[in-house]
């Protein structure tokens, strides 16, 4: 069972930057089609940010288009969450997932960023 681990998360200023990491237990290319970040603020449904998939597509919601670059590296089978220009209302918890199909997709435990004004 692949796994995936969050770290980066923490407590930064308004205008600041956060670069969020996710590593998996085992190949991200073998095991997943799309790679992704979601996040969850308090009392909010989870909410999709950006994806990557195998052949590098990036999608990203409009509130975070031109701040943050979601990368891979399948090499290290690490997936970046680079965010900048961060506001008050990115706070949330942000989960790394892995999603090979309808059937089969895999989370994280999530990292918390916080942003204070």
């Known amino acids: 069972q692949v796994q995936l681990v969050e770290s980066g998360g923490g407590l930064v200023q308004v205008g600041g930057s956060l670069r969020l990491s996710c590593a998996a237990s085992?190949?991200?290319?073998?095991?997943?089609?799309?790679m992704a970040w979601y996040r969850q603020a308090p009392g909010k449904q989870r909410e999709l940010v950006a994806t990557?998939?195998?052949?590098?597509?990036?999608t990203y919601t409009d509130s975070v288009k031109g701040r943050f670059t979601i990368s891979k590296d399948n090499a290290k089978n690490m997936v970046h969450l680079q965010m900048n220009n961060l506001k008050p209302e990115d706070t949330a918890t942000y989960y790394c997932?892995?999603?090979?199909?309808?059937?089969?997709?895999?989370w994280g435990q999530g990292t918390l960023v916080t942003v204070s004004s």
């Open positions: 085992n190949s991200i290319g073998d095991n997943f089609y799309t």
């Open positions: 997932n892995g999603k090979r199909n309808a059937w089969f997709e895999v």
């Open positions: 990557i998939s195998s052949g590098g597509m990036t």
